[in-house]
T-cell receptor
Framework: GAGVSQSPSNKVTEKGKDVELRCDPISGHTALYWYRQSLGQGLEFLIYFQGNSAPDKSGLPSDRFSAERTGGSVSTLTIQRTQQEDSAVYLC???????????FGQGTRLTVV | SQQGEEDPQALSIQEGENATMNCSYKTSINNLQWYRQNSGRGLVHLILIRSNEREKHSGRLRVTLDTSKKSSSLLITASRAADTASYFCATVLIQGAQKLVFGQGTRLTINP
């Protein structure tokens, strides 16, 4: 596609429910990043993929968070048993190779009520 | 802790003035990048400067890198109201997983 696409744009979920956030990177980009941003704060690194493998999962806040990437393309970030502190904007970015210029999606705003 | 830290946290200037933002980091880098964010959503890439470069320009933007001081600066000349945004630096380390690590950002406000 022309840019990085994230869905849904907004998600409201009840505490304790599971959610899946999707990221479609730019075609041909081998690196894919997930970040979390709370209101007025910086970007918190969650995980990144080079191809289908995740060299660095150190940012995942807890074992409720997981991510996968299939076919070197689409990635899904799953949050199980959501908590109110999970409320944030989740941003995805891709680049042709790790560490190079990144292109961001518009994010998914997650609200846990 | 964050690898890169921007300074100041907030900056407010008059339209037409120059704006300077700084970024300091702790560990040797492969490259450093600057991004802009409007309205708390997606970030837009501005400039990438590699560890063997000292200065880069793009339109009204000038970025410098001093690896001996582990710092970078972003200068926006002749600021416009549309430059109002948050600006983030991101570093890529030489060693380990070459992920992009962002600082907390500088909130820039251009007053008409």
């Amino acid at each position: 596609g022309a840019g990085v696409s994230q869905s849904p744009s907004n998600k409201v979920t009840e505490k304790g429910k599971d959610v899946e956030l999707r990221c479609d990177p730019i075609s041909g980009h081998t690196a894919l990043y997930w970040y979390r941003q709370s209101l007025g704060q910086g970007l918190e690194f969650l995980i990144y993929f080079q191809g289908n493998s995740a060299p660095d999962k150190s940012g995942l806040p807890s074992d409720r968070f997981s991510a996968e990437r299939t076919g070197g393309s689409v990635s899904t970030l799953t949050i199980q048993r959501t908590q109110q502190e999970d409320s944030a904007v989740y941003l995805c970015a891709s680049s042709w190779y790790r560490g190079e210029r990144a292109f961001f999606g518009q994010g998914t705003r997650l609200t846990v009520v | 802790s964050q690898q890169g830290e921007e300074d100041p946290q907030a900056l407010s200037i008059q339209e037409g003035e120059n704006a300077t933002m700084n970024c300091s980091y702790k560990t040797s880098i492969n490259n450093l990048q600057w991004y802009r964010q409007n309205s708390g959503r997606g970030l837009v890439h501005l400039i990438l400067i590699r560890s063997n470069e000292r200065e880069k320009h793009s339109g009204r933007l000038r970025v410098t890198l001093d690896t001996s001081k582990k710092s970078s600066s972003l200068l926006i000349t002749a600021s416009r109201a549309a430059d109002t945004a948050s600006y983030f630096c991101a570093t890529v380390l030489i060693q380990g997983a070459q992920k992009l690590v962002f600082g907390q950002g500088t909130r820039l406000t251009i007053n008409p």
